[in-house]
C-alpha cells in the first residue's frame, strides 16, 4: 500500500481491499491508518484503510469518486470538516448542531455525514480523567470544527459552565449565542455566568483559569514543533485538568507547562481513538475493538 494517495490515484484507481480512508490537507501525520486498519483485522473485515492527501478544491471529486469506488466511508479532517456539510446528501442532527462533519457514510449509496468528535471527546475525557463533563467547569480554546463539536458536547451534557476563547472574539461569541439555550436551566455556580464567550487576551484567561476545572486546547497551536502553550505557562494552576486536542510524539508545550505546574493533563490521542470507535461503528454497524485501536497509540 502507498503511503499517501491522491486525486489522481483515485481518477485511475485500480481494484485495491482499500474501502475506507481520511482525507485532509496536510494528512501525512494522520494516525488513524493504523488504528482502523488493526480493528479491521481484529474485525476480520476484508479492507483498508488509507490516507488520501486532497486539496479544499478537489474534496467534492474525491468524496464522488470514493463513493463510485464502492467505499465504504471516509473520515475528513483537517481543513475540510466545515465544508464536508455541502458535499454529502444527508447531515446528522449532530453535526448539522455542530456545523462540522468528521466522518461519512456510503451506506445505500448515500452519502450522510456525521460527527463524531464530540462524544469522542467525552469518552476520552472520562478515560484520562475519570470525570463526566456534567461536573465541570471548561474553557475551551478554538472555536472552529473541533472547538464547536467540544464546546456542543459540553453543553449537551450540561457541564456547570462553558468559558469559550477564541483568537477571533466574534466566531467564539457566535458559538456561545448557538449554545444559549443549553444553558437557560437552574444551575446556579456564584457570580460568573454559565455560559460565556471571551478575548484570547492573558488578562480575561487569567480569571476564568481561577473559575474552570478543565482547559482545552482545540486550536492547532502546538502542532508545530517550537510552538508555545496557547495560554501562559504561569496561568497553569494544580486544580486544574488540561486537555491538549493535539497529539504528537513529544509533548506539546501546554501539556508540559501543565504537569510542571501540578496539573493533570493529557493529549489527543485518546480523543483520536473513542472518535474513530465511533467512526467505525458507524460504517460497520458493530461494537469497535477498542482495546486493539487503543496498543496502536501507545
Ligand atoms: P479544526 O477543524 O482543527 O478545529 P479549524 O476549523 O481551522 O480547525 O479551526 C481552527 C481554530 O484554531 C480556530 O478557532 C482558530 O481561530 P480563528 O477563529 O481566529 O481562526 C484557531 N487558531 C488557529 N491558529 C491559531 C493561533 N495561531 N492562535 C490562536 N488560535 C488559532
Given amino acids: ?23 485532509g490537507d496536510p494528512v501525512a501525520h494522520s494516525l488513524s491508518p493504523q488504528m482502523q486498519n488493526a480493528a479491521l483485522r481484529d474485525c ?29 466511508g471516509v473520515n475528513v479532517t483537517v481543513p475540510h470538516k466545515i465544508a464536508a456539510l455541502d458535499h454529502v446528501d444527508d447531515v446528522d442532527p449532530d453535526a448539522r448542531r455542530i456545523g462540522a462533519v468528521n466522518t461519512i457514510s456510503f451506506a445505500g449509496k448515500t452519502a450522510r455525514g456525521f460527527n463524531t468528535d464530540g462524544r469522542g471527546f467525552s469518552r476520552a475525557m472520562r478515560d484520562e480523567f475519570s470525570v463526566d463533563l456534567r ?58 455566568p454559565r455560559l460565556q464567550a471571551i478575548r484570547w487576551e492573558e488578562s480575561a484567561c487569567r480569571f476564568q483559569v481561577a473559575n474552570a476545572d478543565l482547559i482545552v486546547n482545540a486550536t492547532p497551536v502546538g502542532l508545530n514543533r517550537g510552538d508555545a502553550s496557547p495560554i501562559p505557562a504561569q496561568l497553569l494552576a494544580p486544580h486544574l485538568m488540561v486537555y491538549d486536542t493535539v497529539y504528537s510524539s513529544e509533548r506539546t508545550a501546554f501539556v508540559s507547562a501543565a504537569l510542571e505546574a501540578g496539573a493533570r493533563a493529557a493529549n489527543g490521542l485518546s480523543m483520536l481513538l473513542h472518535q474513530g470507535a465511533l467512526a467505525l461503528e458507524i460504517w460497520f454497524q458493530r461494537e469497535a475493538p477498542i482495546d486493539v485501536m487503543r496498543k496502536t497509540l501507545l
Avoid: S
Fill in 1 to 23: 500500500m502507498k503511503e499517501i494517495y491522491t486525486l489522481a490515484d483515485l481518477k485511475t484507481w485500480k481494484k485495491t481491499p482499500i474501502r475506507l480512508g481520511v482525507l
Fill in 44 to 72: 476480520k473485515i476484508d479492507m483498508q484503510y488509507a490516507r488520501f492527501h486532497i486539496l479544499p478544491n478537489e474534496l467534492r471529486e474525491a468524496l464522488n469518486l470514493v463513493r463510485g469506488l464502492n467505499f465504504v
Fill in 135 to 192: 461536573d465541570l467547569r471548561v474553557l475551551v480554546l478554538g472555536a472552529g470544527g473541533a472547538g464547536r463539536a467540544i464546546a456542543m458536547q459540553c453543553a449537551k451534557e450540561n457541564c456547570e459552565r462553558l468559558v469559550i476563547a477564541n483568537r477571533t472574539f466574534e466566531k467564539g461569541e457566535q458559538l456561545a449565542d448557538k449554545l444559549r439555550n443549553f444553558f437557560t436551566g437552574p444551575k446556579v455556580v456564584g457570580p460568573v
